[in-house]
């Protein structure tokens, strides 16, 4: 099924992308920035907020359009949102250098994941709609992994390079560069390859759900 290996293909370049920036980016608020543990992990608490408010809302809208253009325009939103954060430094603050980066990457996620979860469980047959929520938890689950595994090495982070706030700075560049490259890759997998895929009447309309997946899709229960 095309749309079905569409889709998880962009799964898998997306949560490769967003393995990395919720390791990296932290790291970076802590060893470059000179934020505390607990202040660097609450600063990413809007992407949160964002994906369960306005998820719904854009899974709706999918369902009327299709999910082809906000699964195209909503990676690419994300990859703004990352190329703003190559501001993100020494004496940086969170609501001039950190806010504006994780809003915009917010909004492309709130965009991106329910039209994403939708289109896989739309291209399978509503029997298979477990398994098919599995294949794409897996990918997704396995793309962070790797992507936490490579991209650092790729990004020239090793080692001492962790304590040093200049090594680490410029490996953290690189680094959003490849994830900000990955979410354009999927953008346009799913612009040249999704399309609306048909689904049963009956089904769990589960692009209307809240989603905050942010580690993996939302996995889809096998009844109502």
């Known amino acids: 099924n095309r ?7 962009a799964t898998l370049l997306i949560y ?17 920035a000179g934020f505390g543990p607990l202040a660097a992990g609450t600063s990413l608490l809007p992407v949160t907020l964002i994906m369960l408010t306005f998820s719904a809302r854009a899974g709706a809208l999918a369902g009327r359009i299709g999910p082809r253009l906000p699964m195209t325009v909503g990676p690419l939103v994300s990859a703004c949102g990352l190329l703003l954060a190559l501001r993100i430094g020494p004496g940086a603050t969170w609501l001039l250098d950190v806010l504006p980066a994780v809003l915009v990457f917010g909004a492309g996620l709130a965009l991106t994941v329910a039209p994403l979860t939708a289109t896989v469980l739309a291209a399978a047959p509503d029997r298979y709609a477990g398994s098919a929520s ?3 938890n897996a990918v997704a689950r396995a793309a962070g992994l790797l992507a936490v595994a490579v991209v650092p090495v790729i990004a020239g982070i090793a080692g001492r390079d962790y304590t040093d706030p200049a090594a680490f700075a410029s ?3 690189t680094a959003m560069m490849i994830a900000a490259g990955l979410l354009a890759a999927a953008a346009a997998v799913s612009f040249a390859l999704v399309r609306r895929a048909s689904a049963p009447p009956e089904r769990l309309r589960i692009e209307d759900c809240a989603h905050c997946g942010v580690t993996s899709p939302q996995a889809y229960p096998a009844t109502n």
Do not use: D, K, P
């Open 134 to 136: 599995g294949v794409n």
């Open 171 to 173: 490996g953290f560049r």
């Open 3 to 9: 749309v079905f290996s569409a889709a998880n293909a």
């Open 16 to 32: 490769g992308a967003l393995g990395v920036v919720f390791l990296i980016l932290v790291l970076q608020l802590q060893v470059v």
